[in-house]
């Protein structure tokens, strides 16, 4: 199970926070593409991001769901 950095347990609601440093930035600003050809390279960086942090939302949520029921 992957699970995020930060769960703040607020009253009525759950706050997930996943700290990131990324070494380069400019590999997710599709502005910055000088053609197609880089645009696409890009967005499949951003496609790889959104899926990575998909799943470490998800285990977190689940994790905490299936904590609370326990309780």
């Known amino acids: 199970?992957?699970?995020v950095d930060i769960v703040a347990e607020l009253p009525g609601a759950y706050?997930?926070?996943e700290?990131?440093?990324f070494h380069d930035p400019d590999l997710y600003n599709e502005s910055l593409a000088?053609?197609?050809e880089e645009a696409l390279a890009i967005r499949d960086?951003?496609?790889w991001l959104k899926s990575y942090l998909k799943y470490?939302?998800?285990d977190s949520f689940l994790?905490?769901?299936n904590k609370n029921i326990s309780n």
């Open 19 to 21: 700290i990131k440093d």
């Open 56 to 58: 470490k939302y998800r």
């Open 34 to 36: 000088r053609n197609d």
């Open 45 to 47: 960086h951003f496609k």
């Open 15 to 17: 706050i997930y926070v």
């Open 1 to 3: 199970m992957k699970a």
């Open 63 to 65: 994790y905490t769901l």
